[in-house]
C-alpha cells in the first residue's frame, strides 16, 4: 500500500473519529525527536540525546499502544552498525498485540548524510517486504533539513 493511500485512509479515519495517535520509536540517535521538533515548527539547531520518554510524545509506551493508529519507525540511515539490532527491535514491536492494526511509517533517516544508506537499502535490510500484518510505507527523509517531511506532515 502506498504512502497517500495509507495517509488517506488515516485521513478518513481522523475526520470520522477524531484524533488520531502516533508511536514514535526507533534506536537512540535516530532522529525522533527532531523528527518531532520539526514537525512542532521548533528550532532543531541544538537537540540532545532524548533519555527515557519524550514527554511531549508519550508517558509512559503501554499505556499508548491500545490507542495507536499509527507506528512511526525511524532508522539512522547511516548508522550501518546497528541496522540489525534496528531490525530486531522494529520485529518484536511488531509482535505487540496492542498494535495490531497500526499503520506503520518508516523514516529512512538522514539521507542528507554521506554514506547514508537509500530508503530501498533501509527496506531491504529491515525486511519489510515480508511484513504481513501491518500496512507500511518507508519514506527517505532528513529531519535536520525537512526533506520530504512536509508532504507527509500534510495529509
Excluded at 499503520?103 to 537499502?121: H, M
Aim: aromatic share 6%; glycine share 8%.
Amino acid at each position: 500500500m502506498g504512502l497517500l493511500t495509507i495517509l488517506k485512509k488515516m485521513k478518513h479515519k481522523e475526520h470520522c473519529c477524531g484524533s488520531l495517535t502516533f508511536l514514535y520509536g526507533g534506536l537512540d540517535n535516530a532522529g525522533k525527536t527532531t523528527i518531532l521538533k520539526k514537525f512542532n515548527g521548533e528550532d532543531v539547531s541544538m537537540i540532545s540525546p532524548t533519555l527515557g520518554f519524550n514527554i511531549k510524545t508519550l508517558e509512559h509506551r503501554g499505556n499508548y499502544f491500545e490507542s495507536t493508529d499509527g507506528l512511526v519507525w525511524v532508522v539512522d540511515s547511516a548508522d550501518r552498525l546497528r541496522l540489525e539490532d534496528c531490525r530486531k527491535e522494529l520485529s518484536a514491536l511488531l509482535l505487540e498485540e496492542r498494535l495490531a492494526g497500526a499503520t506503520l511509517l518508516v523514516f529512512a533517516n538522514k539521507q542528507d548524510l554521506p554514506g547514508a544508506l537509500s530508503k530501498d537499502a533501509i527496506r531491504e535490510v529491515l525486511t519489510l517486504d515480508d511484513i504481513k500484518t501491518h500496512h507500511w510505507c518507508i519514506v527517505g527523509c532528513s529531519a535536520v533539513t525537512g526533506e520530504n517531511l512536509k508532504v507527509t506532515a500534510s495529509y
